[in-house]
């Protein structure tokens, strides 16, 4: 149904919302071409492999949902809603998470 209220309020509440400064739906930044492990940055050298345990462990907290799923599925021998359950999570999203992350 179509909402039937004051459209002026809604506009006011709309303006009321204070919004990020930043478009936090934007990547800090992008790779625009192959990074070698050292880059020169004012003199210094930045070693690239410090910083790759962070990236790394960024990267597998995929790896880590996809793991509690799988073990959850098959502790609860597939029953989606037991897993689910397990999960803290509805059978409708674990269902979802099942198919972004082709399990």
């Given amino acids: 149904p179509a ?6 309020a809604i506009t006011q509440l709309y303006r009321d919302i204070e919004l990020p400064q930043a ?31 962070e990236v790394e462990e960024s990267l597998s907290l995929v790896e880590k949902e996809s793991d509690l799923i799988r073990k959850a599925l098959k502790k609860h021998k597939g029953k989606r809603k037991l897993a689910a359950n397990e999960l ?11 198919k972004e992350l082709d399990l």
């Avoid at 909402?3 to 002026?8: D, L, R, T, V």
């Fill in 88 to 98: 803290g999570i509805s059978e409708r999203t674990l269902y979802r998470k099942i």
């Fill in 23 to 53: 478009n936090i739906s934007e990547p800090q930044f992008t790779l625009q071409q192959p990074v070698n492990s050292n880059i020169n940055s004012g003199g210094k050298d930045f070693d690239i492999t410090h910083h790759h345990e």
């Fill in 3 to 8: 909402y039937q209220g004051n459209p002026q």
